[in-house]
């Protein structure tokens, strides 16, 4: 996050003064008693209030007034993208577009995101290069602009459509070799164009200094699920990639392009997918937003300006989902204008705000992880609880173990939606360091696991077993670990993990 936005959440947060901390019953209650902020009537404003930023794609001949205004961050369209601005050796030419879109976002203090180095659509006159002239290109186009881009899409659209997990088969994946047919392209005799760029990328901001972040960003990987509950194939091998490669992979883009396809439409566990990105550290970016404002034949048909609100409340519940853009400003200038998928009418610099727009700025407005109302207010007792008699022939209630000193505990979170849950699980080493872990968890009945990252997994209802993989065995004195799963039916009621340590 550039230090302008984590600054004025830093103001945010220390502004809380008339927060009263209540404790009762030995639950704390966060009660702030300060009026309601003013809200914000920018999504720009809106956004950095709650620390993240709100984007829109641009071109030189559309930097109306409105992109400034309304927007903190830019991405070039099209300006940026090899077909532009790449020589077939890798050089650069017809910066002059890019140039006009980075020095317009400095004069405005936006973020600008560079879109894109390593692409098999729109490559020009790099079409079929090696990964040498791709590495070139990489440096050229880094260097060009430096610091200035606070995000690089390295790697964009490297999987194959119709949810088949899979990678592209067509140029630049074409240079790809499973050397030891195992299925992955992860091994250390592998080529992997993804992990080559990254690499390559990751070396010239070392070398420049510079404070650029590497994204990888894809389309239909948005939700955990894609229609009728099917496995987002494409979302998890998009996971895996950013695990594998996680010390190149700063940031994840989700493009989130929804229309009625099945692979697109927005799911109600996008914030789960979100979170399981972000719990990988990197952080998580919506990048190219728009919604076809039809969206009926779905189970999520409920209108254009509520399914806004979705998207970016499931952003917004993230707290390393650290930004949102918008595919264009109005619907009459999108790539996919008939779908009407954007937060303004109009053209030409003269815009008129859609529901959709009062949408987004109100739910921006309300920030993230809203405290839900409570129902009851909490009433301070006048008179200390009493404690009830006790009956002799009741058995003592059970006493909570004291924390083990060695070995190790684990503790669950659940994020839930009606059918299905993901759990993220947090095993911490005791007193001493721990070299492997098991976690037994029993789930409610009805409720099974489907996929799990991070761990080994043995059964997949009733009690389960996961295990350390090859790479997080091995956790230091009271530090902690983490992996995760994704489950169907309700886990609620799931009874506290046991943990083991090796
Ligand atoms: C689109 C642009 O909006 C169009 O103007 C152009 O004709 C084609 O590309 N995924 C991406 C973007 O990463 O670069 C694409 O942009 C939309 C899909």
Redesign the pocket.
């Known amino acids: 996050m550039n230090s302008d936005l984590r600054h004025r959440r830093k103001v945010a947060r220390t502004a809380l003064p008339t927060a009263v901390l209540l404790l009762l019953g030995g639950a704390v209650v966060v009660q702030s008693s300060a009026p309601a902020a003013a809200a914000e009537t920018t999504l720009r404003a809106a956004a950095a209030n709650a620390g993240l930023f709100f984007g829109v794609?641009a071109?030189p001949n559309r930097l109306y007034p409105i992109v400034g205004q309304e927007f903190s961050q830019l991405t070039p369209?099209?300006d940026m993208?090899p077909d532009r601005i790449a020589t077939s050796s890798g050089g650069l030419q017809n910066t002059s577009g890019a140039d006009t879109l980075v020095n317009h976002a400095q004069s405005n203090n936006m973020l600008v995101r560079g879109?894109?180095l390593v692409?098999h659509?729109?490559a020009g006159a790099l079409q079929g290069a090696s990964q040498a002239t791709l590495n070139t290109f990489i440096g050229n186009a880094i260097n060009r602009w430096g610091s200035r881009i606070a995000y690089w899409?390295v790697v964009?659209?490297a999987l194959e459509d119709n949810n088949t997990g899979r990678r592209r088969n067509q140029w630049p994946h074409s240079m790809n070799r499973d050397a030891n047919g195992d299925g992955d392209f992860f091994d250390a005799g592998d080529t992997d164009v993804i992990r080559d760029s990254f690499i390559r990328a990751k070396q010239v901001v070392q070398a420049g200094g510079l404070t650029t972040k590497l994204c990888i960003?894809d389309?239909d990987v948005d939700g955990l699920t894609v229609q009728g509950g099917t496995p987002n194939r494409k979302a998890n091998a998009l996971y895996d990639i950013v695990r594998n490669y996680r010390q190149y992979i700063d940031c994840v883009g989700f493009?989130a392009?929804f229309n009625d396809n099945p692979n697109s439409i927005i799911t109600d566990d996008l914030q789960a997918n979100i979170q399981r990105f972000a719990d990988l550290g990197v952080e998580v970016h919506i990048?190219?937003l728009d919604i076809d404002d039809d969206l009926s034949n779905n189970d999520i048909g409920a209108g254009q300006a509520e399914n806004y609100r979705k998207v970016v409340r499931a952003c917004l519940n993230v707290e390393r989902c650290t930004g949102i853009t918008v595919?264009?400003i109005s619907d009459s200038e999108?790539?996919?204008s008939s779908e009407r998928g954007l937060l303004f009418t109009g053209g030409n610099g003269s815009y008129q705000k859609k529901a959709a727009y009062h949408a987004v700025l109100d739910e921006l407005n309300k920030g993230r992880n809203p405290t839900p109302p409570s129902t009851t207010p909490p009433v301070t007792p006048s008179v200390p609880p009493t404690t009830p008699p006790v009956d002799p022939t009741t058995p003592p209630p059970p006493t909570t173990p004291p924390p083990p000193t060695t070995g190790c505990s684990a503790t669950v979170s659940l994020n839930s939606w009606t059918g299905g849950f993901v759990a993220t699980v947090r095993v911490t080493a005791g007193a001493a360091p721990i070299s492997g872990w098991s976690v037994q968890l029993t789930l409610p009945s009805g409720a099974s696991v489907t996929n799990a990252w991070n761990a080994n997994r043995s059964g997949s209802s009733g009690t389960v077993q996961f295990s350390n993989v090859s790479y997080n065995g091995s956790v230091n004195a009271g530090q902690t670990t983490e992996f995760g799963f994704q489950g169907v039916g309700t886990a609620t009621g799931l009874a506290a993990p046991v943990c083991t340590a090796a």
């Open positions: 794609a071109s369209e099209n993208k879109h894109t692409w659509s729109q899409d964009n659209e960003n389309y493009q392009h990048t190219e595919w264009g999108s790539w996919r």
